[in-house]
Nanobody, 126 residues
């Protein structure tokens, strides 16, 4: 059974940085796509970043390109999201998600991801 536990959220000022972590169990990174999604109040959940089996190919939403970086530690079964130059519009609940590689798409969409963490709040103040 897949379990995902996020941590690392918090409150920062504009321009600050945070590093989110997702401890994964029941997942093998070589056969799962992993992604970070976020959802702000009143908005749809959106895919922020994804990393594909093998760890070489990644995806970033246009809104975070050049500021966020997704990575994984295979030995620790942990997924990371390094967030730099944070903006108020990055404020949201951030979720870690996983799906079997056959369900992966070029752009991560919520319906394709079958396992979810509980979320960690990121708040960026101006």
């Amino acid at each position: 059974q897949v379990q995902l536990v996020e941590s690392g959220g918090g409150s920062v000022q504009t321009g600050g940085s945070l590093r989110l972590s997702c401890a994964a169990s029941g997942v093998t990174f070589s056969t799962y796509c992993m992604a970070w999604f976020r959802q702000a109040p009143g908005k749809e959940r959106e895919g922020v970043a994804a990393i594909y089996p093998g760890g070489k190919r990644t995806y970033y939403a246009d809104s975070v390109k050049g500021r966020f970086s997704i990575s994984q530690d295979n030995a620790k079964s942990t997924l990371f999201l390094q967030m730099n130059s944070l903006k108020p519009e990055d404020t949201a609940l951030y979720y870690c998600a996983a799906t079997w590689f056959t369900l992966c798409r070029v752009q991560p969409t919520p319906d394709a991801y079958k396992s979810w963490g509980q979320g960690t709040q990121v708040t960026v103040s101006s």
